[in-house]
């Protein structure tokens, strides 16, 4: 996967997101990684897109923030995370990276 491919604002959140499962000590970035990473983001279009949606970003903000603390730690990682160990994640960015290609 190509991360100059994308937007400068998602490669950020990509990199806020691996910061977030680094200093958790989280092996992979998962989607609740990025999803905060996309909420906590300035001048995102994220959080705008889901007030106009009429979701509780403060809800969906502790939610993510429940799901995180659970997640298995890893001691000794180094700083080595992995982009999601589910595929799903790994997918979706693949995709998108296709779909961008041929805009």
Same mark, same amino acid.
């Given at each position: 996967?190509?991360?100059?491919?994308?937007?400068?604002?998602?490669?950020?959140?990509?990199?806020?997101?691996?910061?977030?499962?680094?200093?958790?000590?989280?092996?992979?970035? =998962?989607?609740?990684?990025?999803?905060?990473?996309?909420?906590? !983001?300035?001048?995102?279009?994220?959080?705008?897109?889901?007030? !106009?949606? $009429?979701?509780?970003? $403060?809800?969906?903000?502790?939610?993510?923030?429940?799901?995180?603390?659970?997640?298995?730690?890893? =001691?000794?990682?180094?700083?080595?995370?992995?982009?999601?160990? =589910? =595929?799903?994640?790994?997918?979706?960015?693949?995709?998108? !990276?296709?779909?961008?290609?041929?805009?």
């Amino acid at each position: 996967m190509r991360l100059d491919r994308f937007t400068s604002k998602f490669q950020i959140a990509i990199s806020d997101a691996q910061s977030l499962a680094l200093g958790r000590d989280h092996q992979f970035i =998962e989607p609740v990684h990025l999803m905060t990473a996309l909420l906590n !983001q300035q001048g995102g279009s994220v959080r705008s897109l889901l007030d !106009q949606a $009429n979701i509780n970003v $403060n809800a969906l903000r502790s939610a993510l923030a429940e799901a995180i603390d659970r997640l298995p730690r890893v =001691e000794g990682i180094g700083g080595d995370v992995q982009l999601g160990k =589910e =595929e799903p994640l790994r997918q979706d960015c693949t995709a998108t !990276q296709r779909r961008l290609h041929h805009i």
